[in-house]
């Protein structure tokens, strides 16, 4: 039988042995290196870690290393989750309560829950966020939509009207996250089965960059993120297309009944023109890091490599 990867060795059950670890949080500091830096993080599975020998444990992994960094430097986390078992809302929740400094009364992880994720939050979650001294964002329906049903069940792999008031929910609170953000940290990502116009890491993305702010892809976990290098390091992504995409006769018909409905454009060249008017050299020039440790970041699945980057360009004078 193989072996699983080990991206660093940091142990498998990292994810599941939070509690145990609670040395940094013992300490008292009134400021840390990143006080008052909101970073955005982009993170999901991919449908290729099996093939690159890894699993969503190494994705965990990396994911908790790199948010127990930020915390534990003062930096204040921002994403958009549901709160799904095991998922990384949950997993963000814990770690920002067990790592901030005991003299730290800030909120360190802001979550932002979108129209219909906002739905799913009951009384005893909001107690249960409150608690762990988390920021509950709720991103209100935006106006243009009109008179939205919040009681439907929505489906957005089989009606046209729920996918389009989903995708347009989803993009604007994208769209709050990048403005409201310092930088964004970006791994994995689907790159189907998704319910906005563009898988999330894309579009997340796309926003950042679009506002200018500091990006760090890290690539080696594969994904919608080790497709959008592919762009910006000049060659072609072969998932990131119109036909990859579109590739059903549902899909074809929700992208002429969005044209129809309120003239948005959903293209995947368009995507790719604006990722291919930046460059590795552009990245750097943002980020803090040289062209060469981009490269490294763009291919690393080594966790302590990887934390290293992302801290000395956070920490740097032209990122952020």
């Known amino acids: 039988m193989e072996t699983e990867k080990n991206i660093s060795g940091i142990s498998e059950n990292l994810a599941e042995s939070i509690a145990e670890e609670k040395v940094i949080a013992k300490k008292h500091i009134?400021?840390?290196?990143?006080?008052?830096?909101?970073?955005?993080?982009?993170?999901?599975?991919?449908?290729?870690?099996?093939?690159?020998?890894?699993?969503?444990?190494?994705i965990k992994d990396i994911a908790i290393e790199i948010a127990r960094?930020?915390?534990?430097?003062?930096?204040?986390?921002?994403?958009?989750?549901?709160?799904?078992?095991?998922?990384?809302?949950?997993?963000?929740?814990?770690?920002?309560?067990?790592?901030k400094y005991l003299s730290d009364k800030e909120k360190r992880f802001v979550n932002y829950f979108p129209f219909p994720n906002c739905k799913a939050v009951k009384d005893d979650d909001l107690a249960n966020i409150f608690k762990k001294q988390v920021e509950a964002k709720f991103i209100e329906i935006p106006k243009h939509l009109g008179n939205v049903d919040i009681e439907k069940k929505y489906d957005p792999s089989k009606n046209f009207e729920d996918r389009y008031i989903?995708?347009?929910?989803?993009a604007d609170m994208r769209v709050k996250m990048a403005n409201e953000s310092d930088a964004r940290i970006v791994l994995g990502?689907?790159?189907?089965?998704?319910?906005?116009?563009?898988?999330?890491?894309?579009?997340?993305?796309f926003y950042s960059l679009k506002e200018g702010k500091a990006v760090y892809l890290i690539g080696g976990f594969g994904g919608a993120t080790k497709s959008?290098?592919?762009?910006?390091?000049?060659?072609?992504?072969?998932?990131?297309?119109?036909?990859?995409?579109?590739?059903?006769?549902f899909l074809k018909e929700f992208r002429s009944f969005v044209l129809n409905k309120s003239n948005i454009v959903i293209d995947y060249n368009i995507v790719i023109d604006f990722f291919k008017n930046h460059s590795v050299e552009s990245l750097s020039k943002q980020n803090g890091l040289t062209p060469i440790e981009n490269q490294i970041l763009f291919e690393s699945i080594n966790i302590h490599e990887i934390i290293f980057l992302i801290l000395k360009g956070l920490l740097s004078k032209q990122s952020i």
Request: charged share 25%; aromatic share 12%; proline share 1%.
């Open 166 to 170: 989903l995708s347009e929910c989803y």
């Open 228 to 249: 959008i290098i592919e762009i910006i390091s000049g060659s072609k992504s072969q998932k990131l297309t119109n036909d990859f995409q579109f590739d059903s006769d």
């Open 189 to 205: 990502g689907k790159q189907k089965d998704y319910s906005g116009y563009f898988p999330g890491i894309v579009e997340e993305t």
């Open 69 to 99: 960094y930020l915390i534990v430097n003062g930096a204040t986390m921002l994403y958009g989750g549901d709160l799904r078992k095991d998922g990384f809302t949950e997993l963000f929740s814990e770690l920002s309560y067990q790592y």
């Open 30 to 58: 009134q400021k840390g290196k990143l006080h008052g830096k909101r970073i955005a993080i982009s993170v999901s599975e991919s449908e290729e870690l099996e093939q690159l020998g890894l699993s969503e444990h190494h």
